[in-house]
């Protein structure tokens, strides 16, 4: 990757596993599983996101990607790994430490409904941060919030009203005052448009947008939507049961995608032209995302890959560069053979890394 | 068959209103519509639109009170489905006019087997026995593809995924070969993997079965390869109706527009910003005078504020209510002139690239 003088955060072999029990002795008499079970939420995920980029993070629901997001601002603790921020490990602060950086670490929630406060009025909730941090300066932490209020798009006078009396648009545009109230370099934005009305989604987006060219924030976000993620990513990365199958630049990966799962889950979005519908060829892939508890061997994604072959069960392929800036995990492709649709034809089996000839030949 | 000028379905001016506290919300304001054996009919709309409203008023499921049908007439093979009596419609109900909810973890009744559910449908409908209606059953699971169906049939619904659970609903719908399915938005709460399987799913056996669907959804993208005409609801009007090539290439609607617009395409290249619609949709209960949509639209006009706007007939199946429709119309076909001029028309290999 490019070099790391540009890298807000970078994360090292982030892992998130939550243990579910069983397979201890006391399982086995008691009847219990015989197995460990444990979910790989997040499962070794090297990342880095560059200063004033927006990464998005798209996966279909139960592959991390939220878990991820939570876990660089360390609202779910990590396993194992580093959270690097200006290349200070956040993983390995203390929470009284932490507190310190959640200043310039912000998040903003799916749910407009649940993540505001009923009992606040819009003005409390949005000075709140303010306040905690002592950002104020001994000026008019009113005037401030009526100024991030009307940053937002919303009236200066509403400041003593509470959040039911919003729509979910509106909401959503409060809870984006609160995360810029403290003045943030970094915004983890989780499925932040999903719950809106298609005609409020491009509003956010545009707001997002924005925001960012005014503020120089960096974003992560986070969404199952494919084509509000291509709008507003400059990069993209693609998630699958824990681990990230492929990521590079978010015009490239639409346009080229590499890895079977990222074929399929873009040729699976509905277009809105009915001439492009009637003549797209799309990739129907079988079953559904398997449980993330003790996942499929080697490739995580071999049980529902139509390019699959015995070796996928086996080796677990890594994260590669296969064009500039555009990684894939497959063990199919490599920077020789990049497309798998050919190598398929050509009946070639694994050319990846990880596979026996390439460590004989390298 | 005997349709009615060969429609299976026919909705003439429907009008379906709700007493509130707040006053009297017209859910669905005058809606009209056909829908001939085999095809399928979308009905896009924000949340508050009146899309379902207008679903379940054919079906006779609005609540009553709050929600009255005041008017209008619903044609289904002939018959008035209003004039019908209780146990009337319950016949045609699940048996000839099925319906797919959205939400496939609340449809199914947790405490029931799978079987149970389904069995119950053409034990009714069908009079069938137990063990017919359980050889069926193990049937439509199959259709709809569901794995090893004869072991899973007993299974509950938790123990089924998302998806699945969707495929066991269409399973119960098309149980009794049904004329009409009506599915509210469908696959809204699945994953795009699992919607591609559930809408190629109800096109095939669409095909197959020669059903009549109509397709409820917020999504363009889902209508657009799925559905031969389209109507456009906002604020419980109907504001454009046409067939669905004709909606997409050359609307003759404001809303219709700003909504094209408002969804990233990514079939072409992106321009900076997104083009959004402006303010919120309106308080069904309080609408303002004149054009509902006013007061969010980019070229309305004193009349728009004033006046309520005409439902303008562009042509023969081309319905917009605007008060420029024909002006809109004309900027429409303009723009689309003037796009493939300039090669931005140009339909990629990879419609996503």
């Given at each position: 990757m490019s070099e790391n003088g540009n890298n807000l955060i970078s994360l090292q072999n982030l892992q998130v596993h939550y243990n579910l029990g069983g397979g201890s002795f006391l399982d086995k008499i008691t009847g219990g599983s015989k197995v460990r079970r444990v979910v790989k939420a997040v499962d070794g995920v090297s990342l880095d996101i560059k200063k004033g980029e927006t990464l998005g993070l798209v996966g279909e629901s139960g592959c991390g990607k939220s878990t991820l997001g939570k876990a660089i601002l360390r609202l779910t603790e990590p396993t194992g790994g580093q959270v690097l921020y200006n290349g200070e490990d956040l993983a390995g602060l203390s929470q009284g430490e932490m507190r310190e950086y959640r200043k310039n670490l912000q998040m903003i929630f799916q749910d407009p409904y649940a993540s505001l406060?009923?009992?606040?009025?819009?003005?409390?909730?949005?000075?709140?941060?303010?306040?905690?941090?002592?950002?104020?300066?001994?000026?008019?932490?009113?005037?401030?919030v009526q100024d991030l209020m009307e940053t937002v798009g919303l009236s200066r006078r509403f400041t003593r009203r509470y959040p039911h009396e919003f729509s979910g648009g509106q909401r959503q545009r409060i809870g984006i005052a609160r995360a810029l109230a403290v003045d943030p370099e970094f915004i983890v934005a989780d499925e932040p448009i999903s719950a809106l009305d298609v005609s409020i989604q491009a509003q956010i987006m545009n707001l997002m947008d924005k925001l960012q060219r005014e503020k120089n924030l960096t974003y992560l976000f986070i969404s199952h939507d494919l084509r509000a993620i291509?709008?507003?990513?400059?990069?993209?990365?693609?998630?699958?049961?824990?681990?990230?199958?492929?990521?590079?630049?978010?015009?490239?990966?639409?346009?080229?995608?590499?890895?079977?799962?990222?074929?399929?889950?873009?040729?699976?979005?509905?277009?809105?032209?009915?001439?492009?519908?009637?003549?797209?060829?799309?990739?129907?892939?079988?079953?559904?995302?398997?449980?993330?508890?003790?996942p499929p061997s080697g490739c995580h994604f071999n049980t529902r890959c139509p390019f699959a072959i015995a070796?996928?069960?086996?080796?677990?392929?890594?994260?590669?560069e296969i064009k500039p800036e555009h990684f894939a995990a497959c063990i199919r492709i490599?920077?020789?053979?990049?497309?798998?649709?050919?190598n398929e034809k050509q009946n070639l089996g694994a050319v990846g890394e990880g596979t026996p000839e390439i460590k004989k030949g390298s | 068959m005997s349709e009615i000028n060969g429609h299976l379905l026919t909705v003439n001016d429907l009008k379906t209103y709700f007493q509130t506290e707040d006053g009297m919300v017209k859910a669905v304001d005058g809606i009209t519509f056909t829908l001939s054996k085999g095809e399928t009919l979308g009905i896009v709309g924000e949340s508050g639109s009146g899309k379902s409203v207008t679903n379940l008023s054919i079906m006779r499921l609005i609540p009553e009170p709050p929600g009255k049908i005041v008017g209008g007439d619903i044609?289904?093979?002939?018959?008035?489905?209003?004039?019908?009596?209780?146990?009337?419609?319950?016949?045609?109900?699940?048996k000839r006019i099925a319906m797919i909810f959205q939400d496939p973890m609340t449809s199914l009744n947790p405490f029931l087997k799978i079987s149970t559910q389904l069995m119950e449908v053409t034990e009714l409908h069908l009079g069938h026995t137990k063990a017919q209606a359980r050889e069926h059953a193990i049937k439509m699971l199959d259709t709809v593809g569901i794995p090893d169906a004869k072991s899973r049939i007993d299974g509950y619904p938790h123990e089924f995924s998302g998806g699945m659970r969707q495929r066991v609903m269409i399973a119960m719908a098309l149980s009794c070969d049904p004329e009409l399915l009506i599915a509210d938005e469908p696959t809204t709460a699945l994953d795009v993997t699992i919607q591609a399987q559930i809408l190629e799913l109800i096109k095939a056996l669409k095909a197959r079965m020669g059903t009549s669907v109509i397709l409820i959804t917020h999504d363009l993208g889902v209508v657009a390869g799925m559905t031969d005409k389209i109507i456009v609801m906002y604020a419980g009007k109907v504001f454009e109706q046409?067939?669905?090539?004709?909606?997409?290439?050359?609307?003759?609607?404001?809303?219709?527009?700003?909504?094209?617009?408002?969804?990233?395409?990514?079939?072409?290249?992106?321009?900076?910003?997104?083009?959004?619609?402006?303010?919120?949709?309106?308080?069904?209960?309080?609408?303002?005078?004149?054009?509902?949509?006013?007061?969010?639209?980019?070229?309305?006009?004193?009349?728009?504020?004033?006046?309520?706007?005409?439902?303008?007939?562009?042509?023969?199946?081309?319905?917009?209510?605007?008060?420029?429709?024909?002006?809109?119309?004309?900027?429409?076909?303009?723009?689309?002139?003037?796009?493939?001029?300039?090669?931005?028309?140009?339909?990629?290999?990879?419609?996503?690239?």
């Open positions: 406060n009923p009992r606040m009025t819009v003005g409390q909730i949005i000075a709140e941060p303010i306040r905690t941090f002592n950002l104020s300066n001994g000026g008019n932490v009113e005037a401030q291509r709008h507003v990513s400059d990069r993209v990365a693609v998630m699958y049961l824990g681990k990230i199958v492929e990521l590079g630049d978010a015009k490239t990966v639409y346009r080229e995608p590499l890895m079977p799962y990222t074929i399929a889950l873009i040729s699976a979005v509905p277009v809105p032209d009915p001439q492009i519908e009637a003549k797209r060829v799309r990739i129907i892939l079988k079953g559904d995302v398997p449980s993330p508890i003790n070796e996928c069960k086996r080796i677990e392929p890594s994260l590669v490599s920077p020789e053979h990049p497309h798998i649709e050919e | 044609i289904f093979d002939g018959v008035d489905v209003r004039k019908l009596s209780i146990d009337d419609v319950r016949k045609i109900r699940g046409a067939p669905t090539a004709e909606l997409f290439s050359t609307s003759a609607n404001p809303y219709t527009k700003g909504l094209l617009k408002s969804v990233p395409d990514p079939a072409h290249e992106e321009g900076t910003e997104l083009y959004q619609i402006p303010g919120l949709p309106p308080d069904v209960a309080h609408l303002p005078p004149g054009c509902p949509f006013a007061p969010r639209c980019y070229r309305a006009e004193d009349i728009c504020h004033r006046e309520f706007p005409p439902f303008v007939q562009i042509d023969e199946n081309h319905f917009s209510l605007c008060h420029f429709a024909k002006e809109v119309y004309a900027e429409s076909i303009e723009e689309k002139s003037a796009a493939a001029y300039s090669g931005d028309v140009q339909i990629q290999l990879n419609p996503l690239g």
